[in-house]
């Protein structure tokens, strides 16, 4: 037998949704959010200046914010319209952060205007900062080790590829500098691996910022505020993956604290993580019906859902599971591609999946869709986003963002003379 994901809908309550709002809508369980956020915050408890900052990226809906912000959670922003989004909000100061890489200057402005922590990504934006803005007294700094980061089992991911950080000579030099220009707190800030399930991922990478923390704060005299674990803890988007053991994460980042910071006189330091996958992912679904089905050399379904509405299969040939509502019992004793309608043929949710008998109609379950799913949507061949629905803890339901429509699609051609015959041909 296939292992199989429950999902956090039934068919009966699918059809509800589908009722009021049509296929496709990503679809997201309040009742999940809260519990794991919950479990998070247990699970680093022990460190009395913890905050999780929500990576806005992952899920820029407000409502989702509200729920998080209500949870205790920050908000770690890339962009312009992602400060303006947490704005909205009601974040303020303290509780941004902003992370960004080749940055605008209105961006800039923005961050330093709301006061929130900003992480500089390079030696060079030190005096962007200034120029552009000022020097906060609290200010952060990214930091890329090079060369390859392994754990025991194997190579994770290589930094020394990656666009990101400083090098430790130029975090160095950056402290030394911005103290020179009024910085009296700092931040570590790094990302070292996408997405892993091993619970050694976190205190490795804890144990690697703690002691690059004791050597930055004997070389400089630099008041080490706060070091931010970012995100990278994963999700099993895979039924047979192991899940990321969060209370085992929070012990293991201790021990290394204990170890390396207190020792050091750094006990007082506070962690942030900032964490998308891991809080939304695993309470989100795209929720789609089945358009067709063709047999050809192979048997396909074709959902009225696309790539455009989650693009990670096709991007990465990530894995999503697949539930046919209302035939969970069933024996998943056929092997279908399941495919969008764009006209690009990696536009497949799944390759060669065992499923139930499907038939033209059914509702299917895109598992694990919370985070990176909706945001990373596009318009190519004309498709339009679709709504996002929150299914509230009581079980009742609640439009978030409805679904574009071809006047949203063609509203950047006001400037135009053909805007007249685009807005009124519906």
Not at 51 to 69: C, G
Not at 92 to 109: A, C, L, R, W, Y
Request: glycine share 10%; charged share 25%; hydrophobic share 40%.
């Amino acid at each position: 037998t296939t292992m199989q994901k429950v999902p956090f809908i039934t068919l009966e309550q699918a059809q509800q949704i589908i009722a009021d709002v049509p296929t496709p809508f990503h679809l997201y369980d309040e009742k999940g959010i809260r519990e794991n956020a919950r479990c998070l915050y247990k699970a680093f408890s022990w460190n009395k200046g913890f905050k999780e900052y929500f990576a806005v990226k992952a899920t820029p809906n407000p409502y989702i914010l509200k729920i998080l912000q209500e949870e205790g959670c920050g908000v770690d922003c890339s962009s312009y319209t992602e400060l303006m989004l947490s704005e909205a909000c009601d974040f303020k100061g303290h509780e941004i952060m902003f992370s960004s890489n080749v940055t605008p200057v209105e961006d800039m402005q923005k961050a330093y205007e709301l006061g929130a922590y900003i992480n500089l990504d390079d030696y060079t934006h030190v005096e962007f900062l200034e120029r552009v803005a000022g020097i906060p007294e609290t200010v952060c700094c990214r930091y890329n080790p090079g060369g390859v980061f392994s754990l025991g089992n194997g190579i994770m991911d290589n930094p020394g590829e990656a666009k990101y950080g400083m090098s430790e000579v130029q975090m160095e030099s950056a402290f030394k500098k911005l103290m020179a220009k009024g910085a009296k707190r700092f931040g570590i800030h790094a990302f070292l691996a996408s997405n892993t399930t091993y619970n050694e991922y976190y205190p490795t990478l804890a144990g690697i910022l703690f002691e690059l923390a004791v050597r930055l704060n004997k070389a400089t005299g630099a008041k080490i505020a706060f070091i931010n674990l970012s995100g990278g803890v994963g999700v099993d988007y895979a039924p047979y993956q192991p899940a990321s053991d969060i209370m085992a994460i929070g012990e293991g980042v201790r021990k290394k604290f204990e170890e390396i910071l207190v020792p050091a006189g750094l006990g007082d330091v506070a962690l942030f993580t900032e964490l998308g996958r891991f809080m939304l992912a695993p309470y989100g679904h795209l929720v789609a019906t089945v358009l067709h089905e063709k047999h050809i050399q192979k048997d396909y379904v074709g959902l009225d859902a696309c790539a455009a509405n989650l693009m990670r299969p096709a991007m990465y040939g990530s894995y999503h599971h697949i539930t046919v509502l209302g035939k969970e019992d069933e024996p998943c004793d056929r092997i279908y591609d399941v495919t969008g309608g764009l006209c690009e043929n990696n536009d497949k949710f799944a390759i060669d999946r065992p499923l139930p008998k499907i038939e033209v109609g059914d509702v299917l379950v895109l598992h694990d869709t919370g985070a990176h799913g909706f945001s990373m949507g596009y318009n190519y061949n004309g498709k339009l986003r679709s709504a996002e629905v929150l299914l509230k803890e009581d079980g009742t339901h609640e439009l978030i963002r409805r679904a574009e429509t071809a006047d949203d699609y063609f509203a950047t051609f006001d400037c135009t003379p053909f805007w007249p015959r685009l807005h009124g041909g519906q």
